[in-house]
């Protein structure tokens, strides 16, 4: 198994970003649209009328195609988007904030299409919330540990891009039994068919595991080689330590639709590769609606 795939980075300096955050959000789901436009060469609508249908970019990020192996398809069925939004930095004490993208996979050869899209998302939403704001956009490439590389300009994007290897993960995270867990955007988690409101740690690891899998399966060399039965036993004896995850409607929407879990806990009792697995899992969300900015979270290992 391996599973390559690229951080990026905008962030937004401005008076007031807190103001920011709805837009932002409302943004994130229509970036298909940004993206779609950001690699259309004809301006047809709709699709299907377009000669470039089998090499057209968006075409082939966004129609999902199923697996050829019928036993990935069973596993898996539909597979997820190859990248996933986020963003952070929206408390209001800070004057910026960042809105991030996971490529995924052979995604990272439409690099150039996600970064234009994802600066032409930022910009319309800072201009339509702030006008005549004075503000600042810069967007960077991220590597192993978080730090931030300036991305060149779109035209030699990769000459600043830093590719990441989902095996490294795996191979080089350094085992601990205990966890912070932060969910910092809604996290959306299904079970038995509903949406969770409340938050269950063997649940989330399970919803992981299969994430990771299906992403590997789909957009990596392989299938995860786990054990699959054990790592979902132990994380369902996992102790916990810290307990603040509620189930809330985020103060940037008035729907009850993008009500979801957030806050954090804390948790003790991990085997090993269950943190590697978990981080891992990070860099993709979690839950519905992962790949339009639900379920960003982060994982920090507890001395």
Known sequence: ?????VRIECEISADYPVQLTAALYNALRNFEEQFKTSCCLSGQEPCFSCGRQDGCPYRIIFNQKLSSDPEVVRLHQKPSLPFSLYIRGMDGNTSSCTVGMVVIGNAVNNLANFHTALLRMVEAS???????????????????????????????????????????????TVNSDSIRLSLISPLRLLSNGSITHRFDFGTFFRSQMRRCSSICSYYGAGELDLDFARLSDAAQKAAVLDDKIRYTQPPWSKSKNRSGLTGTAEYAGLTEPMLALLLLGSHFNAGKGAAFGFGFHQIEVID
């Open 1 to 5: 198994m391996d599973l390559d795939f």
């Open 126 to 172: 800072v201009c339509t919330v702030l006008p005549l704001a004075k503000y600042s956009l810069l967007s960077y490439c991220l590597d192993y540990q978080g730090t931030r590389h300036e991305i060149a300009p779109v035209a030699s994007l990769s000459e600043g891009v830093i590719l990441l290897s989902g095996q490294h993960i795996l191979q080089n």
